[in-house]
T-cell receptor, first 114, second 114 residues
Framework: KAGVTQTPRYLIKTRGQQVTLSCSPI?????VSWYQQTPGQGLQFLFE???????NKGNFPGRFSGRQFSNSRSEMNVSTLELGDSALYLC?????????????FGQGTRLTVV | SQQGEEDPQALSIQEGENATMNCSYK?????LQWYRQNSGRGLVHLIL?????REKHSGRLRVTLDTSKKSSSLLITASRAADTASYFC??????????????FGIGTKLQVIP
């Protein structure tokens, strides 16, 4: 099976712009979660999607949004970028309806806001 | 706030020595997982221990779980330079209702000196 694919791998954006990141989960995985990783805050949960519905959301402002398509691919969008949004954004996929399941991570998208 | 907190935040050992990392968490959990991350890349799942298990082994890894103390430890025996990475514990809280809302700590940065 192919792993979790995140595109692009690197992005440089200017303050005020918006950005869209993409995540293709492992085939058959319908749950996709997004995390933000910064040196100071570690891994912070953004949101989780399952069957095109957002099931869980972390404590992030409304500038952070996401969606999931019928093929389980997911995108996250950050509008009005701030310098503090510079981070590694990771997505993870897992099999649905399994309590004891591991998450498979992509390599991440490194976003730099200048 | 983070559910899991790893201790120590950084650890430096000589190759061949054992490395022990600890994780404390706050709420009741379905399971606890350990992940490894190499230098700003994606996370790799190492081991999952369920809440009704006390100890689990996988190769050179040994994980213990004490639900009464809400803590876990990861022991890497006979460490190698290739073990140099950041290690994260992740908890799947029972309140998540089986949904994927794994919450990570800030990690332990392990350096194994050849």
């Amino acid at each position: 099976k192919a792993g979790v694919t995140q595109t692009p791998r690197y992005l440089i954006k200017t303050r005020g712009q918006q950005v869209t990141l993409s995540c293709s989960p492992i085939s058959g995985h319908r749950s996709v979660s997004w995390y933000q990783q910064t040196p100071g805050q570690g891994l912070q949960f953004l949101f989780e999607y399952f069957s095109e519905t957002q099931r869980n959301k972390g404590n992030f402002p409304g500038r952070f949004s996401g969606r999931q398509f019928s093929n389980s691919r997911s995108e996250m969008n950050v509008s009005t970028l701030e310098l503090g949004d510079s981070a590694l954004y990771l997505c993870a996929s897992s099999e649905p309806y399994q309590v004891h399941t591991e998450a498979f991570f992509g390599q991440g998208t490194r976003l730099t806001v200048v | 706030s983070q559910q899991g907190e790893e201790d120590p935040q950084a650890l430096s050992i000589q190759e061949g020595e054992n490395a022990t990392m600890n994780c404390s968490y706050k709420t009741s959990i379905n399971n606890l997982q350990w992940y490894r991350q190499n230098s700003g890349r994606g996370l790799v799942h190492l081991i999952l221990i369920r809440s009704n298990e006390r100890e689990k082994h996988s190769g050179r890894l040994r994980v213990t779980l004490d639900t009464s103390k809400k803590s876990s430890s990861l022991l890497i025996t006979a460490s190698r330079a290739a073990d140099t990475a950041s290690y994260f514990c992740a908890t799947d809280p029972t309140s998540s209702g089986g949904y994927q809302k794994v919450t990570f700590g800030i990690g332990t940065k392990l350096q194994v000196i050849p």
